[in-house]
C-alpha cells in the first residue's frame, strides 16, 4: 500500500517511514532536504528497503505528477515550516509555505480521488490555554504565525471535507517529540541554528557549550516552561495506528499526541544529565516571544479511538536522543 509522506525525511518523517515499512506500507517521499540522500541510505541500512524518493516542492503541478505515477492510498502530510520564533520574525512566510502547500494537496488528492490524509498539527493550536492538560475540545487560540498556519490548515481540511463526504482526515496535535529510532542509526540532524530542545542540548553537551534556557520566572514549580515530551518513535506509530483506522470515521477527527505528562525544562536538563552521565551547564536568559509557559496534554481519546498509547517515558527519550548521536 503506498502512502505519500511530504517531508518525509526530516526527523519525524524518518521515524514515520521506518515505522512504515516496519508495518508493511511503502512510503513515497516528498522532500527536498539536502540530507534526503544521506536518510535515505540509513533506512536503508535497517530495513533493506529503497524509498521511492521526490525531490520537489509542493506545487500542484508536482503533487500531479507524483499521482500520475503511483496509486496512492493515503497521504501523511508533515512537510512545513515549524520555528514559532521564525515564525513571529517571517509570518508571510510562514503563511505562504504551510498554507499554500495543503491547499495543493487538498486540490490534487480531489482530483486523483485520493481520500485519506494525515495532517502533521501541532499543539500550539491551544495558545496559552489555562486549561491543562489540554483537550481536543478547547478552543483554538494562535499566539505566533506557526500556530496560526495549523488553525487555519485545519479549518481549510474541515471545509473541504464538508464538500467531499468520502474524504476522510485525521489531524494529529502533536506535543514535543524528542528521542530516536532505538537502532540509534536514525536521529535529528544538528544544526548550527538549532531551535528544538533536544538538538540544542545535544549540541552543548558534545561542546561543552552553555544551554540557555528561556525564562525562569513562569507561574511553575521551577520557574521555566512545562512541555509534554513524546517520543519520536510512539509518535511515528500513532501514524500506523492513524492509517489503520482512518477508514472508520467519516468527519476531520482531532487527536492529542502526547503522554499526558508536563516536564519543566530543567526537569529534561537534570534526566538527561542522569541516564547519559553527563554534565549540562545552563544559563537564563528572557522569554522568547511567542512561546507558552504550560503545554501538555490530555491523551484520552487518542488512547479510546486510535489504541495507542505511549511505550517510552522521559529517560527512554533522553537515553535514546544521545545514543542515536553517539552511534
Not at 505562504?96 to 500550539?124: C, G, Q, Y
Amino acid at each position: 500500500m503506498n502512502i505519500i509522506v511530504t517531508g518525509g525525511f526530516g526527523y519525524i518523517g524518518s521515524h514515520i517511514c521506518l515505522e512504515l515499512i516496519r508495518n508493511s506500507y511503502t512510503p513515497i517521499v516528498i522532500d527536498i532536504s539536502k540530507d534526503s540522500r544521506k536518510i535515505n541510505k540509513l533506512i536503508f541500512k535497517l530495513t533493506g528497503y529503497k524509498i521511492k524518493h521526490y525531490n520537489f516542492d509542493l506545487s500542484k503541478k508536482n503533487i500531479d505528477k507524483i499521482f500520475q505515477e503511483n496509486k496512492v492510498e493515503a497521504i501523511i502530510h508533515l512537510a512545513a515550516f515549524k520555528y514559532v520564533n521564525e515564525s513571529v520574525q517571517y509570518p508571510l512566510r510562514y503563511y505562504r509555505n504551510n498554507i499554500l502547500s495543503t491547499i495543493n494537496i487538498l486540490e490534487s488528492m480531489n482530483k486523483f480521488n485520493v481520500r485519506n490524509l494525515i495532517f502533521s498539527s501541532s499543539a500550539t493550536v491551544y495558545g496559552d490555554s489555562k486549561n491543562q492538560p489540554l483537550k481536543e475540545t478547547e478552543s483554538l487560540n494562535d499566539i505566533n504565525p506557526y500556530g496560526a498556519t495549523k488553525i487555519i490548515c485545519e479549518q481549510i481540511i474541515t471545509d473541504y471535507l464538508k464538500s467531499n463526504t468520502q474524504f476522510r482526515c485525521i489531524s494529529l496535535r502533536y506535543f514535543n517529540p524528542i528521542g530516536a529510532d532505538k537502532s540509534g542509526k536514525i536521529k535529528e540532524f544538528i544544526k548550527s541554528n538549532a531551535q528544538n530542545i533536544m538538538p540544542k542540548l545535544i549540541e552543548c553537551a558534545k561542546s561543552n557549550k552553555t544551554f540557555q534556557i528561556f525564562g525562569n520566572k513562569f507561574r511553575t514549580k521551577d520557574g521555566t516552561c512545562i512541555r509534554d515530551y513524546i517520543h519520536v518513535s510512539d509518535l511515528a506509530l500513532a501514524h500506523i495506528e492513524s492509517l489503520k483506522k482512518i477508514k472508520k470515521f467519516k468527519s476531520h477527527k482531532f487527536f492529542n499526541v502526547g503522554t499526558n505528562k508536563g516536564y519543566t525544562v530543567l526537569e529534561l536538563i537534570k534526566t538527561f544529565e542522569k541516564v547519559n552521565n553527563i554534565k549540562i551547564n545552563y544559563k537564563f536568559t528572557k522569554p522568547r516571544k511567542g512561546d507558552s509557559p504550560i503545554c501538555f496534554a490530555n491523551s484520552t481519546k487518542v488512547k479510546k479511538e486510535l489504541k495507542w498509547k505511549p511505550k517510552y517515558n522521559l529517560d527512554d527519550m533522553c537515553k535514546d536522543s544521545w545514543n542515536a548521536e553517539i552511534n
